[in-house]
């Protein structure tokens, strides 16, 4: 999923799955327009923050062109843009900010205690990627998940891999929060994402568990925010997402 084919200088094509609900998954559209966007970058800066917008829905059946804009060559950050694009036209539009400034020195965090992955049965949707569900809950999603397979020392690739699972859960703790709101008995909502940000704040290897953790921290139907944190086995804080929800209630 992660090989992207050069089409001309800037722009890339590649291709996506099929999913249980049909259409693409939005975390894949986001973790091929960033590695479209890497792919212009050298490899001396590492991938800084992201913030992409949902335009349409992707059609697995056909190909996805990837073209990017190469806005700003700085000394120590670099600004890309990229657009996806299929027959019905634009289906994403990303920002991605890029980084030489490393530093050795992180604030300290902590897991949240949660038990460990090899303690809890796997239930991911999908075959490229791990999920050990541990909670939903009133505005809250929490789960194991890992990209197997992937190139443990490649840093575009984990960074990459973590964008593509880090669409899973802000829909979950959006709709949960929504459905302890409800007072109708036995309501479902249906979610689709808007936009997703991610700020990455330390390096990490790519095929590793990592712990992401989602809370509903707005909710103005049939609009909701969710903000996760993502952490490493052992604590590390590497990442927090942000992802804008449009609810609306099951047929």
């Known amino acids: 999923m992660m090989t992207l084919y ?8 590649g291709t996506g799955p099929s999913y249980p609900w049909g259409g693409l998954f939005g975390g894949q559209i986001v973790a091929q327009a960033l590695r ?5 970058v050298e490899p001396a800066f590492g991938v800084h923050s992201l913030h992409a917008y949902f335009i349409r829905r992707g059609d697995a059946s056909e190909p996805i062109r990837f073209d990017v804009d190469r806005l700003r060559n700085g000394r120590n950050f670099l600004s890309r843009a990229v657009v996806a694009r299929q027959s019905m036209g634009a289906i994403l539009h990303m920002s991605a900010s890029f980084s030489q400034v490393t530093s050795d020195l992180y604030w300290p965090s902590s897991l949240p ?16 990627f791990a999920r050990r569900f541990i909670q939903e809950s009133e505005g809250r999603a929490l789960a194991w998940l890992r990209v197997p397979d992937v190139n443990p020392d490649d840093a575009v690739l984990a960074a990459c891999a973590l964008a593509y699972v880090s669409d899973d859960l802000a829909t979950d703790a959006v709709r949960s929060q929504q459905q302890h709101l409800d007072q ?68």
């Open 113 to 128: 205690s949660v038990p460990d992955p090899d303690a809890i049965d796997d239930n991911s949707w999908s075959r490229l």
């Open 6 to 13: 050069e089409r001309e200088p800037d722009s890339y094509v």
């Open 36 to 40: 479209a966007a890497a792919s212009t």
């Open 184 to 251: 109708v008995s036995g309501r479902h909502w249906d979610g689709t994402s808007l936009d997703h940000a991610i700020w990455f704040h330390r390096p990490f290897t790519a095929d590793g568990w990592q712990l992401h953790d989602f809370h509903c921290d707005s909710l103005d139907t049939p609009r909701g925010l969710a903000v996760g944190q993502v952490y490493a086995p052992d604590g590390g804080h590497l990442a927090t997402v942000a992802q804008e929800v449009l609810l609306r209630k099951a047929m």
